[in-house]
């Protein structure tokens, strides 16, 4: 069992490109797709990824907030140790263009071709509560 801080865990998390929402759909019970994780902000505990408003996503997270987050990949020279991470949250939706920018990167213009001003464009929130990791070496948990 280890012990890592949220810092500790912020650096290996900004190796890691996409992480898994998962939201619970009133059809399709759990339902979980790709979402790109902007490794140039350090992780505080708060995740934030762009989306269309019309999207399934976004309608499951208004009905229900309650969301987990799953990141996996391999950390560390060449391909390293493998690196799961798992985090409990609840998602709001943010359509303040303000806030767009702060959190912004190029790499988003493939996906919104008008950047923030694309239409229908949301940002979703993902606060954490209970965020949990395991590294081969290392396994532990982050309550917030």
């Not at 991470?85 to 939706?93: D, F, R, Y």
Request: net charge negative.
């Amino acid at each position: 069992m280890s012990d890592l801080s949220l810092k500790d865990l912020s650096k290996k998390m900004a190796k890691l490109d996409f992480a898994m929402l998962n939201t619970r759909s009133s059809v399709n019970g759990l339902t979980a797709r790709p979402m790109s994780n902007n490794g140039d902000v350090e992780y505080d505990g708060d995740s934030y990824f762009f989306a269309y408003g019309s999207s399934n996503k976004v309608s499951e997270i208004r009905s229900d907030n309650n969301v987990s987050l799953t990141y996996t990949g391999a950390v560390g020279m060449l391909g390293g140790s493998p690196l799961f991470i798992t985090v409990e949250g609840n998602a709001s939706l943010i359509d303040d263009k303000s806030q767009f920018e702060e959190h912004w990167t190029k790499d988003l213009d493939r996906y919104f071709p008008e950047g923030i001003d694309t239409p229908d464009i949301v940002m979703i929130a993902v606060r954490a509560k209970n965020i949990r990791y395991w590294d081969g070496a290392d396994e532990g948990s982050i309550s917030l």
